[in-house]
């Protein structure tokens, strides 16, 4: 059983349209990660989220930490092709070393 | 660039075999992590080592095993391999130990066995 379910676990989209990719977990997590890999490269960091109900955001990224720190959101606004990639999210579980659970991730690719 | 380098990049080897992949960390960064990333379990953790000590284990096969050493770079060992081995290995780096700190991840060494 994934700790963190990640969904949808594949996504084709046109280039302008809006998508939410959605983290879940029954499990509390004392911060939330998001991260995107490109073929051949290693995941990069998006965002952090650590309190519940926070909202961050990045250009046309929007990120949100769920109330009971369980689940979190990623909408993409107006996509671009560059947006295209794997998107990750990561959770420390409380009580951990800070050690990252992945989701297996969302595979976004969006057409011009 | 992240910092952090992985080698080899890439490895093909046979079944039975064993393989060291290694690990330079971003500079200054003493906390060292190994995933293994495949087609249908994802990113799997599989072991911290902070400044030269094992931290955690995640789902680390017997098999393998891993170390860091005083200049902080660390090597995963695979021995006894097995086709369902094969899979993207990363080592990823962060300054301390734990905390909401990112990590740094290499480009991966891709191993394949045959």
């Known amino acids: 059983t994934q700790l963190l379910e990640q969904s949808p676990q594949f996504l084709s989209i046109q280039e302008g349209e809006n998508l939410t990719v959605y983290c879940n977990s029954s499990?509390?997590?004392?911060?939330l990660q998001w991260y995107r890999q490109e073929p051949g490269e290693g995941p990069v960091l998006l965002v952090t989220?650590?309190?519940?109900?926070e909202v961050k955001k990045l250009k046309r990224l929007t990120f949100q930490f769920g109330d009971a720190r369980k689940d979190s959101s990623l909408h993409i606004t107006a996509a671009q092709p560059g947006d295209t990639g794997l998107y990750l999210c990561?959770?420390?579980?409380?009580?951990?070393?800070?050690?990252?659970?992945f989701g297996k991730g969302t595979k976004l690719s969006v057409k011009p | 660039d992240s910092g952090v380098t992985q080698t080899p990049k890439h490895l093909i080897t046979a079944t039975g075999q064993r393989v060291t992949l290694r690990c330079s960390p971003r500079?200054?960064?003493?906390?060292v992590y190994w995933y293994q990333q495949s087609l249908d379990q994802g990113l799997q953790f599989l072991i911290q080592?902070?400044?030269?000590?094992?931290?955690a284990k995640g789902n680390i096969l017997e098999r393998f095993s891993a170390q860091q050493f005083p200049d902080l770079h660390s090597e995963l060992n695979l021995s006894s391999l097995e086709l369902g081995d094969s899979a993207l290995y990363f080592c990823?780096?962060?300054?301390?130990?734990?905390?909401?700190?990112?990590?740094?991840f290499g480009e991966g060494s891709r191993l394949t066995v045959l």
């Open positions: 499990s509390v997590f004392s911060s």
């Open positions: 990561a959770g420390a579980l409380v009580g951990s070393q800070g050690n990252l659970i």
């Open positions: 990823a780096s962060r300054r301390l130990a734990g905390g909401f700190g990112e990590l740094f």
């Open positions: 989220v650590v309190t519940g109900g």
């Open positions: 080592y902070y400044n030269g000590e094992e931290r």
């Open positions: 500079s200054g960064d003493l906390s």
